[in-house]
């Protein structure tokens, strides 16, 4: 039973920074990508950011020098966020591809608002 367990969601005024945190359990398997995706109230899921076993990463065209995925070893994700928008807030879910499979977070949330 793959588990990932998040954390570092919180409420944050507009131009701040957050760092959420994801770990990866319950599998043998080394996660081929893990990443980002949030979800705003009426809209659907998005990617926000990824990153491959081998350290590519990619992002959405909205967080593109805002936002940094990284990693510290094959089952631990970072998501650092700064100068956060208003329009960041959303529930931020980590997730981890291994072989066929997508495994999911339980989500944290995310509130940017003076």
């Known amino acids: 039973q793959v588990q990932l367990v998040e954390s570092g969601g919180g409420l944050v005024q507009p131009g701040g920074s957050l760092r959420l945190s994801c770990a990866a359990s319950g599998s043998i398997f080394r996660p081929d990508v893990m990443g980002w995706y949030r979800q705003a109230p009426g809209k659907e899921r998005e990617l926000v950011a990824r990153?491959?076993?081998?350290?590519?990463t990619n992002y959405a065209d909205s967080v593109k020098g805002r936002f940094t995925i990284s990693k510290n070893n094959a089952r631990t994700v970072y998501l650092q966020m700064n100068s956060l928008k208003p329009e960041d807030t959303a529930v931020y879910y980590c997730s981890a591809d291994i072989a066929v499979n997508r495994y999911w977070g339980q989500g944290t949330q995310v509130t940017v608002s003076s």
């Open positions: 990153v491959t076993s081998i350290g590519f």
